[in-house]
């Protein structure tokens, strides 16, 4: 991953491309459309950054790199499952199924009331925890 952090004014000027689906500080998510337009133009013999300049992407905000780290994942991708395979949403999902283990969910991209709705049920499994290992001990001692 990237060590680039994108600023607010940054954010907000990726987020008024129509190829940007969505936006982070940290990562920039791109239309479905685009990316099977972007790999098709380079089928055709387009230069990376030209694509990219076509679409109106700034590259000084998203990084020299970061249209060829894109255009080979897109390719790779095209070429395994098709244009299928650019059009469906594949993040979270795991070779073995589900989502990968052992790495903690970041909730700061959620709204407070989500925010407060995952703490209160970590609350509440934390205190039934609680109780069933004092009913545990409870138990040995006896």
């Not at 500080?25 to 098709?40: E, G, T």
């Not at 070429?79 to 969910?105: F, I, V, Y």
Request: aromatic share 8%; net charge positive.
């Amino acid at each position: 991953m990237s060590k680039r952090i994108f600023t607010k004014e940054q954010i907000e000027t990726l987020l008024q491309n129509k190829n940007v689906a969505g936006c982070t500080d940290k990562s920039i998510s791109y239309h479905k459309k685009f990316k099977l337009l972007a790999v098709k133009k380079y089928q055709e013999g387009l230069p990376v950054s030209l694509i990219f300049k076509q679409a109106e992407f700034n590259i000084d905000i998203i990084g020299r790199d970061t249209p060829r780290y894109c255009l080979r994942r897109w390719r790779k991708i095209f070429k395994e499952k098709g244009e299928a395979g650019l059009k469906t949403d594949n993040r979270g999902k795991h070779k073995l199924g589900g989502k990968p283990k052992g790495r903690p969910l970041n909730i700061t991209n959620f709204s407070d009331k989500d925010k407060l709705r995952r703490l209160e049920a970590e609350i509440a499994y934390l205190k039934a925890e609680n109780h069933f290992l004092a009913k545990l001990r409870k138990k040995s001692l006896n």
